[in-house]
Structures are given as C-alpha cells and as structure tokens.
C-alpha cells in the first residue's frame, strides 16, 4: 500500500507543476483595444477553440480534475 501512496503522490507532484505551467502560459480573457475595432468577431475569434489556446483550456480542465480527484483520494486514510 505504501507504493502506492507514493506512486500517487509522485503523480499529483507533476500533475501540480503541469497545472501551474500550463496555467502561467495562457493568455489574458481582457479583450484589449481588439474589442472596440471589432476584431473578436473575426476568424481568430471564432476559432479560438482549435488553437493552441484552446488546447491549453482543455488541458487546464483535465489536468484540474485529476488534482482534484487526487487530492481526494490522498486525503483518504487507507
């Protein structure tokens, strides 16, 4: 069982650095000086979902439930 607890909290390690760096590498939601010229309505905009930006949302999220869910099962005492 001890293995793997440690297992586990080796896995959770890089799960938190993954998440902190990914996290660090996104964009700002401001819309800038872009959203008054118009400009989120253009191709980049309305894309923005198969770019690199949108892979680093769904990183984000898949990685956060893995911490969540880790962190959960490393809290419990078994």
């Given at each position: 069982m001890e293995t793997l607890r440690l297992v586990l909290q080796?896995?959770?390690i890089l799960i938190s650095v993954g998440?902190?760096?990914i996290v660090l590498m996104q964009?700002?939601?401001s819309a800038g000086l872009g959203s008054i010229s118009g400009?989120?309505?253009?191709y980049w905009g309305k894309n923005k979902g198969r770019?690199?930006?949108g892979a680093l949302v769904k990183a984000t999220?898949?990685?956060a439930v893995g911490f969540i869910a880790l962190s959960?099962?490393?809290n419990l005492n078994f």
């Open positions: 080796i896995v959770f998440l902190t760096v964009e700002g939601k400009i989120s309505d253009t770019s690199m930006e999220k898949f990685l959960i099962v490393l």
